[in-house]
């Protein structure tokens, strides 16, 4: 496996950092990891390769596609970079690009890739079978790998359980001064406001997104662990985070601050009476024109394999997509819950729409 990591400005990289949250595996490598010049724009393009331009950049997710190349003898090329980046550098290739494969981090994300024109359909029995329709784009431009939820966690020693059960919930002036959750810049919430959107329509999810912003017990700031932190330290008693997260914290036995903050929270999967908890995805779609587009589909069919699935989201301590694939005992032990089915298409297409709404609203 051969690995790139493409340059990009400054600013770009600080607002990727920021967008992601904390340190963590979700962080980009270091530029100074970069290889020698030039390596990074010179993808493989012999026929035993697949091209890949990747957003998510987790440490092991290299694990995987070494199996994959140990498997098929089909060698891996990955280009990192954050998704905006990756997006201007195929639309400047146009039809030279070499991308077989383009891997981003949540549904509006891949809308935004969808939207460039950069995804070819793709027809796979193995991708329709395992990964579930809500899960993959209707026309098979791109298909969810792992999937996260969006959680509520409540200070243990402040809230008692079953105060708080639904997104509708951060809005009820009870909370007021008590609620914690990160920037409207990050796409998560701009996926999460889009989700409210479908569930309530337009006017309704405003109003909602008022009272939310009304309850708010700081400025929105830091990533998802920086919610739980806050909460765990009083600023706040409600806070909303992406499940791998806390799990994660919970995890970190190198982190015994970050362990004692995820102890202090309770977690629940909102809306559990009605449509079900917003779940996000990370995904793929085999890029228009692809040079190696057979490799491209076989090694989205292997990311949803048994073995792939328990590294490639249990690696990040997210849930597989594919049903029937135990969780990582962190998840397990946040219990079994209902999702919201709505199609990740239409949360991640109404992100731009949702981040007016949240403009309008105060949500900054
Ligand atoms: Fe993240």
């Known amino acids: 496996m051969t690995r790139s990591w493409l340059f990009v400005p400054l600013a770009l990289l600080l607002a990727f950092v920021t967008a992601c949250g904390g340190s963590g595996p979700s962080q980009p490598a270091s530029t100074s990891d970069a290889p020698e010049a030039g390596a990074a724009d010179s993808p493989q393009t ?3 390769v697949v ?9 092991t997710d290299d694990q995987v596609f070494g199996a994959f190349e140990e498997e ?9 970079g954050d998704s905006a980046a ?8 146009g039809e030279e690009s070499p991308a077989d494969l383009f891997i981003a981090v949540d549904a509006g994300r891949l809308f935004h890739a969808e939207q460039a024109g950069i995804f070819d359909s793709v027809t796979s029995e193995i991708l329709e079978e395992r990964i579930p329709a809500s899960l993959r784009h209707p026309e098979g431009l791109w298909f969810g790998l792992t999937k996260r939820a969006r959680v509520i966690v409540y200070a243990k020693d402040r809230v008692e359980a079953g105060e708080i059960n639904t997104y509708e919930d951060l809005a009820d002036p009870k909370w007021q001064g008590r609620v914690l959750i990160r920037s409207s810049s990050n796409v998560y919430n701009q996926s999460l406001m889009g989700a409210m959107v479908a569930a309530h ?28 932190r806050a909460v765990a330290a009083g600023e706040g008693d409600v806070a909303v985070v992406n499940s791998y997260y806390l799990a994660q914290m919970i995890a970190a036995t190198d982190k015994p601050e970050d362990q004692a903050a995820a102890a202090a929270v309770g977690i ?6 009605d ?34 699935q328990a590294i490639f989201a249990g690696g990040n301590k997210e849930y597989a997509v594919v049903d029937g694939y135990a969780a990582v005992p962190e998840l397990e032990g946040f219990g079994e819950f209902q ?19 949240m403009d309008r609203c105060g949500w900054r």
């Open 46 to 48: 012999e026929d035993s």
């Open 275 to 308: 449509r079900g908890t917003h779940v996000n995805i990370s995904g793929a779609g085999v890029v228009r024109g692809a040079p190696h587009r057979q490799n491209a589909i076989r090694l989205l069919e292997y990311l949803t394999g048994a073995d792939a």
């Open 86 to 93: 990756l997006l201007e550098r195929l639309r400047r290739e």
């Open 201 to 228: 329509g337009e006017p309704a999810a405003e109003e909602w997104c008022k009272g939310l912003v009304a309850n708010l017990a700081r400025k929105p700031q830091g990533g998802d662990r920086d919610q739980v």
């Open 72 to 80: 098929t003898g089909i060698k891996v090329h990955i280009v990192e």
């Open 268 to 273: 629940v999967f909102p809306n559990q009476g």
């Open 51 to 59: 091209n890949v331009y990747s957003a998510r950049h987790y440490d």
């Open 339 to 357: 999702e919201d089915s709505v199609n990740a298409s239409v949360f991640g297409s109404s992100g731009q729409q949702a981040l007016r709404m």
